[in-house]
T-cell receptor, first 113, second 110 residues
Framework: NAGVMQNPRHLVRRRGQEARLRCSPM?????VYWYRQLPEEGLKFMVY????????ESGMPKERFSAEFPKEGPSILRIQQVVRGDSAAYFC???????????FGPGTRLTVL | QKEVEQDPGPLSVPEGAIVSLNCTYS??????FMWYRQYSRKGPELLMY????GNKEDGRFTAQVDKSSKYISLFIRDSQPSDSATYLC??????????FGTGTRLTIIP
């Protein structure tokens, strides 16, 4: 039971490129959340998904950011035309339908040059 | 005003001391309260989980929730160098997004 898996662990992109971050929830978990952590800050909620549905995207910037959780495969957080301010650690978390707490993955550290 | 306030520290205490970490919050609708521990460059790890007001103990850790004061605490007894980490409080209404404090960086000095 590998828990929540994220890849890549580190991602370097130049300004204007696209970043794709992947998350496989823990086996048996149907709810996926994405959070962003800027240096010296707490985690900020971005988006909450269930299979094929976005439940809450209130924390996601309106432009350049999108997320999906397809019927098959991992959840994807996509950032188009990255800027330096997108440099951060992005954490995925998962839970069951009856859990309030989240299980977090190891994170993807995005660096934009 | 932030929804959840947490003293960022840093906090340094000698090994064996009792550590007290705290958060205050503004939204009385929060029902579930958690403490996560995060080591440097790692993902947050759930330490304690409490529903509504009251105390919960797990080994050297005790979590307290006072909903009337909108105040939660985490106590660490007999602190160890391995407890050195950032501690994040988090809370939610139910099965949905977590709202986090900014985290308190704790160092236990051997």
């Amino acid at each position: 039971n590998a828990g929540v898996m994220q890849n890549p662990r580190h991602l370097v992109r130049r300004r204007g490129q696209e970043a794709r971050l992947r998350c496989s929830p823990m086996k048996g978990h149907s709810h996926v959340y994405w959070y962003r952590q800027l240096p010296e800050e707490g985690l900020k909620f971005m988006v909450y998904l269930q299979k094929e549905n976005i439940i809450d995207e209130s924390g996601m910037p309106k432009e350049r950011f999108s997320a999906e959780f397809p019927k098959e495969g991992p959840s994807i957080l996509r950032i188009q035309q990255v800027v330096r301010g997108d440099s951060a650690a992005y954490f995925c978390a998962s839970s069951t339908a009856s859990q309030a707490s989240h299980l977090f993955g190891p994170g993807t550290r995005l660096t934009v040059l | 005003q932030k929804e959840v306030e947490q003293d960022p520290g840093p906090l340094s205490v000698p090994e064996g001391a009792i550590v007290s970490l705290n958060c205050t919050y503004s939204n009385s609708a929060f029902q579930y309260f958690m403490w996560y521990r995060q080591y440097s460059r790692k993902g947050p790890e759930l330490l304690m989980y409490t529903y509504s007001s009251g105390n919960k103990e797990d080994g050297r850790f005790t979590a307290q929730v006072d909903k009337s004061s909108k105040y939660i605490s985490l106590f660490i007894r007999d602190s160890q160098p391995s407890d050195s980490a950032t501690y994040l409080c988090a809370m939610t209404f139910g099965n949905e997004k977590l709202t986090f404090g900014t985290g308190t960086r704790l160092t236990i000095i051997p």
